[in-house]
């Protein structure tokens, strides 16, 4: 941190991360060859997530129709869900410009 003029290097941070992740403190994307890392608030853990893949806002999907879809995934198919799940559209602020 310069401004406390503290050297920190990137094997440090990368370590970080990954303690981070595996603690469900942080979630990790991978696009186009590139890690993005989001930090998960409390609470934040258990539903899905829309992202504009024009303005990049994600927005929490908290809707019973999904989640009732969810259940039948689980139940039917005997597939684990990853709640770490993001599901990419634009949203409507993007798709009316």
């Known amino acids: 941190m310069q401004e406390f003029n503290i050297g920190v290097g990137l094997t440090t941070i990368y370590r970080s991360l990954t303690i981070l992740e595996k603690e469900n403190k942080v ?45 039948h995934i689980v139940e039917d198919h005997d597939f684990e869900v990853d709640y770490n799940t993001i599901i990419y559209g634009v949203c409507g602020k993007c798709a009316k410009k």
């Open 27 to 71: 979630r990790t994307e991978v696009r186009d060859h590139t890690k993005y890392y989001q930090y998960i608030k409390d609470g934040c853990s258990k539903h899905f997530h829309l992202k504009c893949k024009k303005c990049g806002k994600m927005q929490h999907l908290d809707c019973r129709e999904f989640m009732q879809a969810t259940k």
